[in-house]
């Protein structure tokens, strides 16, 4: 799920879609608008679960997409070679999350241990334990 936002009112640390792909806005300029233009914007960006950099170019009054991120809490049931699977401390429904990349977290995750996992169009990406 995503919402419509003015290119204009993006900020950096913030979320956008490029190329579907939800992304971490790191890098934010805009252009004064010329003799016949108007101001553009542009917007680097990493993206939340692969990790590429992309970037974009729009006009200022241009609508770019920004995806609703859902935070959540879980606990870890179970450790699986390719996946993690996470029980919702609220729903009790089971969600299954790729393992992460970064070693600190990998290291900790291990049955019963609470984890925030953030839901971002349809995927789940475990952020940090608790």
Same mark, same amino acid.
């Given at each position: 799920? +995503?919402?419509?936002?003015?290119?204009?009112?993006?900020?950096?640390?913030?979320?956008?879609?490029?190329?579907?792909?939800?992304?971490? =806005?790191?890098?934010?300029?805009?252009?004064?608008?010329? #003799?016949? !233009?108007?101001?553009?914007?542009? $917007?680097?960006?990493? !993206?939340?679960?692969? !990790?590429?950099?992309?970037? $974009?170019? #729009?006009? @200022? *009054?241009?609508?770019?997409?920004?995806? $609703?991120?859902?935070?959540?809490?879980?606990?870890?049931?179970?450790?699986?070679? +390719?996946? $993690?699977?996470?029980? *919702?401390?609220?729903? &009790? %429904? &089971?969600?299954?999350?790729? =393992?992460?990349? %970064?070693?600190?977290?990998?290291?900790?995750?291990?049955? !019963?241990?609470? @984890?925030?996992?953030?839901?971002?169009?349809?995927? @789940? #990406?475990? @952020?940090?334990?608790?």
């Amino acid at each position: 799920m +995503s919402k419509p936002v003015d290119v204009g009112s993006l900020r950096v640390g913030g979320y956008v879609i490029i190329d579907n792909e939800p992304c971490r =806005i790191v890098e934010l300029t805009k252009s004064k608008p010329g #003799k016949h !233009g108007a101001a553009k914007a542009r $917007i680097v960006a990493i !993206g939340v679960f692969d !990790g590429v950099k992309r970037s $974009i170019v #729009k006009p @200022v *009054d241009a609508s770019a997409e920004v995806p $609703i991120i859902e935070k959540r809490s879980g606990q870890v049931f179970a450790v699986m070679p +390719s996946s $993690i699977q996470i029980m *919702d401390l609220e729903t &009790y %429904e &089971y969600v299954d999350a790729p =393992i992460p990349e %970064e070693e600190e977290l990998k290291s900790k995750l291990a049955p !019963g241990v609470e @984890v925030e996992y953030w839901r971002i169009l349809d995927r @789940v #990406k475990i @952020v940090r334990t608790k």
